[in-house]
């Protein structure tokens, strides 16, 4: 039998208790020899490896040194010993998670299969510096080709110039359109694909030289669609059907059957599903309605999704779709549910409310020594603590109130913008169901945008405080 891991932790005098009975819980259900060592600080985040190296005394045979997750540039660490030293999370209730025991994306994940095709609506009101500039954000969410819209009833006479500037920035481009006119001048400019065709331009769409998307003369009973489609084919043009996804209330459900009937009357033959219809015409964010379609599409072998990001709450339509395709793709390949595999699509609520251990707010209590507060939420609360202070409500506002009335000396008025600010965002952790972490930008999946860290101690206190 392989002798056991031995791992030794190093923490701060506040967390001692809870990150030995995690170590200890872990430890048995892992496997490793577990060793934790408390330095002479009380936060600590505080420490600097610098710092650690001074004051740390590693067993003898330790394979690996975790440190606090908010210590960087190990090397000086690393020169003190043959185990290998790494940073820890920064929470150590994440500790399952950092040795694997929690779901997360396993190895190779990440294919797909799913073309996204974003379309810029209403084309002919930008100008061709405009046009770059968004098609330019739109492929850095994830779009393969960006489809260029017109405006119908009139003919577009920018439209070569438009779509070659895109082209030439090595941009892929489709043209919206089922004017001949419009689309025979884009597809001499380079675009790859045309949207759409059907009996009132087919006539036309051998002399183009690209692919073209068919969709049926009448939705509902995809009139006209098989006409077209061996229209194409006699003529040699490469194509890919649209049976149309309608709203709903407008014969979704019917909509979506008829894609399973064109997938079956053409086994072989390339789909698309334009996913706007849903995506902006319904009120919910947009996130679940696109990771919904595209599983569909995962499942039907539907390689390319049309959408757009005009209405607010679908905006990032294609950052969403780019991550979803991934999901799905992954789930249907392995068969296994769409789930614990993508937190990037989950912004709402967090996948998972992490609670502290019985009786951990009321023991950190009784070991702060300093005069900073710590930031807590437990139980629909928000908690902060201090030296001999404990404060608790679900309204900022009222601890305010509790503080003030407590006679407290040390809140100037940075101090306080800071404790209203950091409890600001424990709120609306609460309100969500959503981790907080102080001095920590709270999660919103593929929309978090990370805070410099805003310590609590200055480097002179912080340097007081270690000694």
Same mark, same amino acid.
């Given at each position: ?11 701060? /005098? ?28 009380s ?7 610098? $710092? ?7 067993p ?17 660490l ?16 994440r ?9 997360? /994306? ?5 294919d ?33 080709v ?48 045309v ?12 002399? $183009? ?30 194509f ?109 609520r ?14 950190l ?49 940075s ?7 950091e ?40 340097k007081?405080?270690?000694?």
């Open positions: 039998m392989e002798n056991p891991e031995r791992i030794h932790f190093v923490t701060g /005098r506040l967390a001692e208790k809870a990150l030995t009975e995690e170590v200890n819980r872990l430890s048995e259900k892992i496997g490793f020899q577990a060793t934790v060592e408390v330095l002479p600080i936060v600590a985040a505080l420490m600097t490896p610098r $710092w650690i190296a001074g004051k740390i005394n590693i003898p045979g330790t394979d690996r040194v975790i440190v606090p997750g908010y210590c960087e540039q190990l090397a000086e690393q020169s003190l010993t043959t185990a290998v030293v790494e940073t820890g999370p920064r929470d150590l209730r500790l399952a998670e950092y040795f694997g025991l929690a779901s997360g /994306r396993p190895e190779g994940y990440g797909y299969d799913i073309e996204i095709i974003a379309e810029i609506n209403h084309a002919p009101d930008r100008t061709i510096t405009e046009l770059l500039s968004v098609a330019q954000d739109l492929v850095a969410d994830g779009a393969d960006v489809d260029v819209g017109c405006k119908p009833g009139i003919t577009w006479s920018g439209v070569g110039d438009s779509v070659a500037a895109l082209v030439n920035e090595g941009i892929r481009v489709s043209i919206d359109s089922l004017n001949p006119i419009e689309i025979a001048a884009a597809a001499s400019a380079g675009a790859e694909l949207l759409s065709v059907n009996a009132t331009n087919r006539h036309a769409a051998a002399d $183009w030289g690209c692919e073209v998307v068919v969709i049926p003369d009448r939705f509902e009973d995809l009139q006209g669609l098989e006409e077209t489609i061996y229209h194409l084919e006699r003529n040699s043009v490469r890919r059907i649209d049976p149309i996804l309608e709203p709903i209330g407008f014969g979704f459900s019917k909509s979506l059957g008829r894609y399973l009937q064109v997938r079956e009357l053409f086994p072989q033959a390339e789909l698309m599903m334009g996913i706007g219809n849903l995506s902006e015409l319904t009120d919910c964010d947009s996130s679940g309605v696109n990771t919904l379609l595209l599983g569909f599409c995962q499942e039907m072998a539907i390689g390319s999704v049309l959408t757009t990001q005009v209405i607010n709450w679908a905006r990032t339509s294609v950052k969403e779709c780019d991550l979803a395709r991934r999901l799905v793709h992954h789930a249907v390949k392995n068969g296994v549910p769409p789930k614990h595999l993508e937190p990037l699509l989950i912004a709402l967090d996948p998972k409310v992490y609670s502290h251990p019985e009786g951990f707010i009321e023991d209590t009784d070991k702060i020594k300093d005069q900073n507060y710590r930031i807590f939420t437990q139980n629909d609360e928000i908690h902060l603590l201090g030296k001999q202070q404990h404060f608790h409500n679900t309204d900022p506002f009222e601890i305010f109130d509790e503080m003030l009335d407590a006679g407290l000396t040390n809140l100037d008025a101090h306080s913008f800071y404790l209203g600010y409890m600001c965002k424990a709120m609306i952790a609460n309100q969500l169901g959503k981790e907080f972490n102080q001095d920590q930008a709270l999660n919103w999946g593929y929309l978090t945008q990370s805070e410099k860290d805003r310590h609590r101690l200055s480097k002179r206190k912080r007081r405080d270690a000694n």
